[in-house]
């Protein structure tokens, strides 16, 4: 069987196709999958989420004028942003501006202003909750320290991508996804303190396969809902006297007498939070039973108390754990629709894919895209050798 080549050959084959030439830097970043602890990371709580094997590449030449242009694979714009301009101009729209935003937050925090001109491929599926945001970003990222021979910390970067797509497209996210995909380490995923920033690499057993379901449903006014979202939890927090509802134990007595629905947001932050830990260590022990049980009241959590989810993530999480191999799913990111994710036993995970997507497609007449992914690397520059393979 062949497959189709990966956004790293891809990017670096538009570059050739372009200039004439093998590119001089290819960068590359993952999408990402959180297994446990969604939207904890703006009230300052923890999240257990891993790099997928699904890349955003960029191929690219220098060039002499303080120009930064950018070609993406099956768009037509191209992105051009001048790095002359203040650190604050708003001169791109659309998916240029988060190049912009990145741009201009590495520029006024000490990255030289080098020219390039580059190539973009992505294998990140967007609008479906695995980050195509932030790879997008933390490759642009990669690709402007690369050309200016700076190094960066990955928290630092993570940081300027989180403070670009808060200052430019106009999304008011936390840091896990950029903190992820700038960070993560190969074989294991990431528990983050999104307050501290702290990333601890938690290795997946390796019977275990993470396998992803992505519904097909793409909801609009995603951001106006996360931002309500933010800004209950952000008034229970003040409702009770503390910064950020990590301050808030689970069974805080002031709880209980938040109105609604500040009551049921503040119960999924403080009980998901602590799922974090729990799963952690589930997965340390290989506690199959624990991961299912930690699944199931997480997805229900959102699902009821944060109310983030659509029936069809409902469907799909019932479609996976139908299957006998399946240790426990869940909905996955930002919610409104997008993707859940499974934990499936590696020996069983060909018939439980075949069985969860048959399930689905049988309940909602959509055919949805599984994938059995396994947690890389994060964010990198890619060995010119490397770049060349499919
Ligand atoms: C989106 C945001 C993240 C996080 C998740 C929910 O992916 O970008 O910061 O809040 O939703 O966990």
Request: aromatic share 4%; charged share 20%.
């Amino acid at each position: 069987m062949t497959t189709a080549p990966r956004a790293v050959a891809r990017a670096a084959a538009g570059c050739r196709q372009a200039t004439g030439c093998d590119p001089e830097v290819v960068v590359r970043a993952p999408g990402r999958v959180n297994l446990m602890g969604d939207h904890t990371d703006y009230a300052g709580g923890f999240v257990l989420p891993m790099a997928i094997d699904a890349d955003t590449a960029i191929a690219l030449v220098r060039r002499a004028a303080p120009v930064v242009k950018l070609r993406s694979e099956g768009v037509d714009a191209l992105a051009r942003i001048s790095l002359a301009e203040a650190d604050d101009a708003h001169s791109a729209s659309g998916w240029a501006s988060y190049v912009e935003g990145v741009l201009r937050r590495l520029l006024a925090t000490g990255t030289p202003a080098r020219g390039w001109q580059g190539w973009l491929a992505s294998d990140v599926p967007i609008g479906a909750n695995l980050s195509s945001s932030a790879a997008l970003e933390l490759a642009v990222a990669h690709a402007a320290c690369a050309v200016a021979d700076q190094h960066r910390d990955p928290a630092d970067l993570a940081v300027r991508a989180m403070e670009a797509e808060h200052g430019w497209p106009g999304t008011q996210c936390g840091i896990m996804d950029q903190l992820v995909v700038a960070s993560a380490t190969a074989g294991h995923a990431a528990l983050i303190d999104c307050r501290s920033l702290a990333v601890t690499p938690v290795a997946l057993p390796e019977d275990l396969a993470v396998v992803v379901m992505d519904t097909g449903v793409r909801r609009e006014l995603t951001d106006s809902a996360y931002n309500q979202r933010r800004d209950e939890v952000q008034h229970a927090a003040e409702l009770l006297g503390v910064e950020t509802l990590r301050d808030v134990a689970v069974d805080t007595p002031g709880l209980g007498a938040l109105p609604e629905p500040l009551r049921r947001r503040a119960r999924h932050i403080t009980s998901e939070n602590g799922r974090v830990h729990a799963f952690a260590h589930a997965l340390a022990d290989s506690d199959r039973s624990a991961m299912g049980r930690l699944m199931r009241a997480s997805h229900r959590s959102l699902a009821e108390d944060y109310e983030v989810s659509v029936p069809e993530l409902g469907i799909a999480v019932d479609a996976a754990t139908a299957q006998p191999a399946c240790v426990g799913a869940r909905q996955t990111g930002g919610g409104f629709g997008g993707c859940i994710v499974a934990l499936v036993e590696r020996d069983g995970v060909g018939a439980a894919v075949r069985g969860m997507a048959s399930a689905y497609a049988d309940r909602t007449g959509r055919i949805p895209q599984v994938r059995v992914t396994r947690p890389v690397a994060g964010a990198s520059v890619v060995d010119q050798a490397d770049a060349s393979v499919g």
